[in-house]
């Protein structure tokens, strides 16, 4: 198992930047892909980006392409999300999700076993 935490988030103006962190406990850290999606009230959990275990594949969503890089330490079990260039249509609550699947592209919420808790992100125009 692995239990993940996730914090960086806050409130930024339209045009700011933010660097997520996704801190991992348990498990080896690198025997997992690892996610980011994101959620605002009434709606389903959108995907982010996603990060292979060795950290040298990346996917994102085309609503964050350019702006958002996604990138992992393993040595410190952490996954980042940093976000520039940030809009009002980017605020949400971040999760950061891990499965042990051994591929590297996965954009839907249920193919992921573990969850944060979340980090809060707001952006004011």
């Known amino acids: 198992q692995v239990q993940l935490v996730e914090s960086g988030g806050g409130l930024v103006q339209a045009g700011g930047s933010l660097r997520l962190s996704c801190a991992a406990s348990g498990r080896a850290f690198s025997s997992y892909a690892v996610g980011w999606f994101r959620q605002v009230p009434a709606e389903e959990r959108e995907f982010v980006a996603t990060?292979?275990?060795?950290?040298?594949?990346?996917y994102y969503d085309d609503s964050v392409k350019g702006r958002f890089t996604i990138s992992r330490d393993n040595a410190k079990n952490t996954v980042y999300l940093q976000m520039n260039s940030l809009k009002p249509d980017d605020t949400a609550v971040y999760y950061c999700?891990?499965?042990?699947?051994?591929?590297?592209?996965?954009?839907?919420?249920?193919?992921?076993?573990?969850w944060g808790q979340g980090t809060r992100v707001t952006v004011s125009s």
């Open positions: 999700a891990a499965t042990l699947d051994a591929g590297s592209y996965y954009p839907y919420s249920y193919e992921y076993d573990y």
């Open positions: 990060i292979s275990r060795s950290g040298t594949i990346t």
